[in-house]
């Protein structure tokens, strides 16, 4: 089943911070960042933003992030089309099973 709507909420663009480092992070230093509840996938860190303001989960993650040895190529909100299809198809294929 394809997903329609505005590309913001498609990508969810208010509802996710993704951030790709330049390599895999140890999990347990995302420990602090857990109220974000973060996701890993290979390079790439996704934290939820729930109701937070953007700039604010940047100035608590980013920082720890870098101390914690992490070193950062991009930061965005949202999922890429790609990334939000894939995950999509795979909550569809799961709920078949």
Known sequence: MLESGPVDEVTRKGGVLRVRLAAPI??????????FAPRVDGDVLLLELGDRDPAEVNALALPHLVASGARIVEV???????SAYLARRAREEASSS
């Open 26 to 35: 140890d999990v347990e230093a995302l420990e602090p960042l857990a109220p």
């Open 76 to 82: 965005r909100l949202g999922e890429s089309l790609e």
